[in-house]
């Protein structure tokens, strides 16, 4: 298997969804991953290409390294996982909602990307998407793409799988 398979968590919706069409137009392989059965379902079917999918509930961390197994090696990580919490303007920002946006986004991303580090192939990336951050273009940039959302453009920045 080559660095050309790319892992999307988060890959039913929103910019993963995006994310896995404008790899798989590039031809890369893709697997995309999702907690909704029914809303991979929908999302594989609308996609062209090398593609896979697995259900897979990033919020249920003792899972994490058997789904990543099942998977199998791969060369790129792309997390897109979602909440609804935290966001909006910081002057009324519900220090609450903000906490389970932590609980229901930070940790996740944390633990699914450190689950993927044994599979992850040497040169590989991990890559962190935060809606709200603005360095997702570089990780895109990486894999030769453009991101066709502005929502897009507000990530992460690459992390080196080391």
Known sequence: MSLQHVVVIGGSSGIGLATAKLLLKQGYTVTIAG??????????ASLDGDLRSVVLDAMELSTLGEAFAAI?????????MGSGHGAGAFATLDMTDLLAGFQ?????????????LPLLQPGG???PSFRR???R???LARLGL???MPA???????????
């Not at 229901?104 to 993927?116: E, V, Y």
């Open 125 to 127: 990336r991990a890559s």
């Open 152 to 162: 897009s453009r507000r990530s992460c920045r690459c992390l080196p799988p080391n």
């Open 72 to 80: 199998g090696a791969f060369g790129h990580l792309v997390l897109a």
């Open 137 to 139: 273009l570089r990780c």
């Open 133 to 135: 951050s603005a360095r």
């Open 146 to 148: 453009r991101p066709s």
């Open 35 to 44: 907690r909704d059965g029914e809303k991979l379902a929908a999302a594989k």
């Open 104 to 116: 229901t986004k930070l940790i996740p991303h944390a633990a699914a990307a450190q689950a993927a």
